[in-house]
Protein backbone atom coordinates (compact mmCIF):
# COMPACT_ATOMS: atom_id res chain seq x y z
CA UNK A 1 0.00 0.00 0.00
CA UNK A 2 2.98 2.32 0.65
CA UNK A 3 4.21 1.32 -2.68
CA UNK A 4 1.16 2.38 -4.41
CA UNK A 5 0.98 5.68 -2.27
CA UNK A 6 4.63 6.38 -3.31
CA UNK A 7 4.23 6.15 -6.79
CA UNK A 8 1.07 8.22 -7.18
CA UNK A 9 3.18 10.94 -5.08
CA UNK A 10 5.71 10.39 -7.42
CA UNK A 11 3.52 10.43 -10.25
CA UNK A 12 2.11 13.83 -9.18
CA UNK A 13 5.18 15.18 -8.38
CA UNK A 14 6.57 14.46 -11.81
CA UNK A 15 3.38 16.50 -13.38
CA UNK A 16 3.83 19.09 -10.79
CA UNK A 17 7.69 19.49 -11.86
CA UNK A 18 6.51 19.72 -15.49
CA UNK A 19 3.40 22.31 -15.16
CA UNK A 20 5.49 24.81 -12.87
CA UNK A 21 9.21 24.33 -13.77
CA UNK A 22 10.09 22.79 -16.93
CA UNK A 23 7.07 24.32 -18.94
CA UNK A 24 7.52 27.48 -17.76
CA UNK A 25 11.21 27.13 -19.04
CA UNK A 26 10.71 26.05 -22.11
CA UNK A 27 8.35 28.82 -23.15
CA UNK A 28 11.10 31.14 -21.22
CA UNK A 29 13.73 29.87 -23.51
CA UNK A 30 11.54 29.85 -26.54
CA UNK A 31 11.06 33.59 -25.69
CA UNK A 32 14.78 34.78 -25.41
CA UNK A 33 15.31 33.10 -28.41
CA UNK A 34 12.82 34.70 -29.98
CA UNK A 35 14.15 37.86 -29.13
CA UNK A 36 17.34 37.37 -29.83
CA UNK A 37 16.96 36.61 -33.14
CA UNK A 38 14.78 39.56 -33.58
CA UNK A 39 17.10 41.84 -31.65
CA UNK A 40 17.64 44.43 -34.31
CA UNK A 41 14.93 43.53 -37.12
CA UNK A 42 11.25 43.59 -37.14
CA UNK A 43 9.01 41.50 -35.73
CA UNK A 44 7.31 38.42 -37.47
CA UNK A 45 3.80 39.74 -39.78
CA UNK A 46 4.34 43.42 -39.69
CA UNK A 47 3.93 44.64 -43.28
CA UNK A 48 3.84 47.89 -45.51
CA UNK A 49 1.50 47.87 -48.20
CA UNK A 50 1.47 44.29 -49.30
CA UNK A 51 5.26 44.36 -48.57
CA UNK A 52 6.33 42.01 -45.52
CA UNK A 53 8.96 43.30 -43.79
CA UNK A 54 9.02 40.83 -40.77
CA UNK A 55 12.75 39.32 -40.50
CA UNK A 56 14.21 42.86 -42.08
CA UNK A 57 17.09 45.36 -40.53
CA UNK A 58 15.67 48.85 -40.62
CA UNK A 59 18.53 49.63 -43.50
CA UNK A 60 17.04 46.39 -45.19
CA UNK A 61 13.86 47.79 -45.00
CA UNK A 62 14.16 51.19 -46.40
CA UNK A 63 15.97 49.69 -49.09
CA UNK A 64 13.31 47.63 -50.44
CA UNK A 65 10.48 50.46 -49.87
CA UNK A 66 12.73 53.01 -51.55
CA UNK A 67 13.05 50.02 -54.63
CA UNK A 68 9.46 49.73 -54.96
CA UNK A 69 8.92 54.33 -54.58
CA UNK A 70 12.03 54.58 -57.11
CA UNK A 71 9.88 52.81 -59.52
CA UNK A 72 6.51 54.82 -58.84
CA UNK A 73 8.77 57.93 -58.98
CA UNK A 74 10.55 56.86 -62.46
CA UNK A 75 7.13 55.57 -64.23
CA UNK A 76 4.29 57.80 -62.87
CA UNK A 77 0.47 56.52 -62.32
CA UNK A 78 -1.37 56.11 -66.03
CA UNK A 79 -4.89 57.58 -65.07
CA UNK A 80 -7.33 56.71 -68.44
CA UNK A 81 -10.39 57.54 -69.98
CA UNK A 82 -11.68 56.11 -73.24
CA UNK A 83 -9.28 56.88 -75.61
CA UNK A 84 -7.15 59.31 -73.88
CA UNK A 85 -4.14 58.42 -71.26
CA UNK A 86 -1.56 60.83 -69.28
CA UNK A 87 0.99 59.96 -66.83
CA UNK A 88 0.82 61.68 -63.45
CA UNK A 89 4.53 61.92 -61.53
CA UNK A 90 5.15 62.43 -58.14
CA UNK A 91 7.35 65.21 -58.61
CA UNK A 92 6.07 68.17 -60.69
CA UNK A 93 8.05 71.47 -61.49
CA UNK A 94 6.31 74.66 -60.45
CA UNK A 95 4.56 76.95 -63.96
CA UNK A 96 8.35 78.91 -63.90
CA UNK A 97 10.20 75.85 -64.10
CA UNK A 98 12.81 76.60 -61.53
CA UNK A 99 11.89 74.45 -59.22
CA UNK A 100 10.21 70.99 -58.16
CA UNK A 101 8.05 70.20 -55.63
CA UNK A 102 6.22 66.35 -54.63
CA UNK A 103 2.59 65.81 -54.94
CA UNK A 104 3.22 62.41 -53.72
CA UNK A 105 5.71 61.67 -51.34
CA UNK A 106 5.96 58.46 -49.13
CA UNK A 107 8.62 58.69 -46.10
CA UNK A 108 10.03 54.97 -46.04
CA UNK A 109 12.32 56.19 -43.54
CA UNK A 110 9.62 57.05 -40.52
CA UNK A 111 7.45 53.83 -41.60
CA UNK A 112 10.19 51.41 -41.27
CA UNK A 113 10.95 52.85 -37.94
CA UNK A 114 7.60 53.04 -37.20
CA UNK A 115 7.20 49.15 -38.04
CA UNK A 116 10.34 48.55 -36.20
CA UNK A 117 8.91 49.61 -33.09
CA UNK A 118 5.55 47.99 -32.91
CA UNK A 119 5.64 45.28 -30.67
CA UNK A 120 8.35 47.65 -28.69
CA UNK A 121 7.17 50.78 -27.41
CA UNK A 122 4.75 49.35 -24.82
CA UNK A 123 4.47 47.64 -21.63
CA UNK A 124 5.50 43.94 -21.62
CA UNK A 125 2.24 42.28 -21.52
CA UNK A 126 0.48 44.57 -24.68
CA UNK A 127 3.98 44.01 -26.63
CA UNK A 128 3.70 40.28 -25.88
CA UNK A 129 -0.02 39.88 -27.42
CA UNK A 130 0.71 42.26 -30.25
CA UNK A 131 3.63 40.09 -30.94
CA UNK A 132 1.15 37.06 -31.09
CA UNK A 133 -1.78 38.87 -33.02
CA UNK A 134 0.69 40.28 -35.41
CA UNK A 135 2.02 36.66 -36.26
CA UNK A 136 -1.26 34.83 -37.06
CA UNK A 137 -3.29 37.93 -37.90
CA UNK A 138 -0.58 40.15 -39.81
CA UNK A 139 0.01 43.66 -39.14
CA UNK A 140 -0.20 46.83 -42.06
CA UNK A 141 1.81 49.79 -40.45
CA UNK A 142 0.78 52.48 -41.62
CA UNK A 143 2.71 54.47 -44.34
CA UNK A 144 4.06 57.97 -43.74
CA UNK A 145 3.84 60.75 -46.48
CA UNK A 146 1.76 63.23 -47.79
CA UNK A 147 -0.16 63.13 -51.03
CA UNK A 148 -1.68 66.33 -52.79
CA UNK A 149 -5.00 65.36 -53.28
CA UNK A 150 -6.05 68.97 -54.28
CA UNK A 151 -2.92 69.34 -57.04
CA UNK A 152 -3.73 65.69 -58.12
CA UNK A 153 -7.79 66.96 -58.70
CA UNK A 154 -6.39 69.36 -60.61
CA UNK A 155 -4.23 67.72 -62.91
CA UNK A 156 -6.88 65.15 -63.79
CA UNK A 157 -9.36 68.04 -64.73
CA UNK A 158 -7.05 69.49 -66.58
CA UNK A 159 -6.61 66.35 -68.62
CA UNK A 160 -9.96 65.49 -68.51
CA UNK A 161 -12.47 67.56 -68.49
CA UNK A 162 -12.88 67.72 -71.91
CA UNK A 163 -14.59 64.36 -71.59
CA UNK A 164 -17.25 66.60 -69.48
CA UNK A 165 -20.32 67.78 -70.66
CA UNK A 166 -22.96 70.01 -68.37
CA UNK A 167 -26.32 69.08 -68.16
CA UNK A 168 -28.92 71.65 -69.71
CA UNK A 169 -32.14 72.66 -68.28
CA UNK A 170 -35.44 72.49 -69.91
CA UNK A 171 -35.85 76.57 -70.93
CA UNK A 172 -38.71 78.69 -72.85
CA UNK A 173 -37.18 79.92 -75.82
CA UNK A 174 -38.14 82.43 -78.27
CA UNK A 175 -38.92 81.53 -82.24
CA UNK A 176 -38.42 84.45 -84.72
CA UNK A 177 -41.34 84.64 -87.01
CA UNK A 178 -41.55 82.87 -90.66
CA UNK A 179 -43.31 82.59 -93.73
CA UNK A 180 -45.89 80.29 -92.39
CA UNK A 181 -45.52 80.89 -88.85
CA UNK A 182 -45.68 84.04 -86.71
CA UNK A 183 -43.33 84.38 -83.34
CA UNK A 184 -43.86 82.03 -80.71
CA UNK A 185 -42.35 80.22 -77.94
CA UNK A 186 -41.42 76.65 -76.98
CA UNK A 187 -40.11 74.90 -74.13
CA UNK A 188 -36.71 73.60 -75.13
CA UNK A 189 -35.75 69.52 -73.76
CA UNK A 190 -33.73 69.40 -71.25
CA UNK A 191 -30.12 67.57 -71.84
CA UNK A 192 -28.34 65.22 -69.23
CA UNK A 193 -24.89 65.68 -68.72
CA UNK A 194 -21.97 63.46 -68.17
CA UNK A 195 -19.17 63.95 -64.90
CA UNK A 196 -16.21 62.36 -64.20
CA UNK A 197 -15.35 61.23 -61.11
CA UNK A 198 -11.98 62.41 -59.96
CA UNK A 199 -12.91 61.79 -55.85
CA UNK A 200 -12.97 57.65 -56.41
CA UNK A 201 -9.67 57.81 -58.56
CA UNK A 202 -7.73 59.52 -56.45
CA UNK A 203 -8.93 56.97 -53.31
CA UNK A 204 -7.81 54.24 -55.93
CA UNK A 205 -4.62 56.41 -56.11
CA UNK A 206 -4.19 56.75 -52.55
CA UNK A 207 -5.04 52.87 -51.68
CA UNK A 208 -2.61 52.08 -54.50
CA UNK A 209 0.43 54.11 -52.83
CA UNK A 210 -0.10 52.60 -49.44
CA UNK A 211 0.53 49.45 -51.29
CA UNK A 212 3.51 50.66 -53.35
CA UNK A 213 1.61 50.10 -56.79
CA UNK A 214 1.55 52.25 -59.64
CA UNK A 215 -1.03 50.13 -61.34
CA UNK A 216 -3.10 52.01 -64.26
CA UNK A 217 -6.37 53.68 -62.79
CA UNK A 218 -9.21 54.33 -65.37
CA UNK A 219 -11.75 57.18 -64.26
CA UNK A 220 -15.39 56.34 -64.23
CA UNK A 221 -17.94 58.89 -65.88
CA UNK A 222 -21.57 59.41 -64.39
CA UNK A 223 -24.61 60.78 -65.40
CA UNK A 224 -26.01 64.48 -64.15
CA UNK A 225 -29.37 65.32 -64.56
CA UNK A 226 -30.30 68.83 -65.17
CA UNK A 227 -32.44 70.55 -62.64
CA UNK A 228 -35.40 71.47 -64.02
CA UNK A 229 -37.41 69.65 -66.41
CA UNK A 230 -39.59 69.81 -69.62
CA UNK A 231 -42.49 67.71 -68.18
Same mark, same amino acid.
Given at each position: ???????????????????????????????????????????????????? $??? &????????????? !??? *? =?? #????????????????????????????????????????????????????? $??? &????????????? !??? *? =?? #????????????????????????????????????????????????????????????????????? !?????????????
Amino acid at each position: MDIIKKKYLFGWLKVFLVVFFIIPIVFVSIFFIFEKKYENKIYPGIYAGDIA $LSG &KTTTEAVEILNKK !LDI *I =NQ #DGIIFYYDYYQTTLFPLVSSVTGDMAYHIIDVNAEITVNNAFDLGRNRSFLEN $LKF &KINSAINNHHVNI !LGN *I =NS #DEINKFLFDNFSRFETPPANAELVYVAKTKLDGDKFIVQEEKYGQVLDYEKAIVKLIKNIHSFNNSPIE !LTASVKSPEIFKK
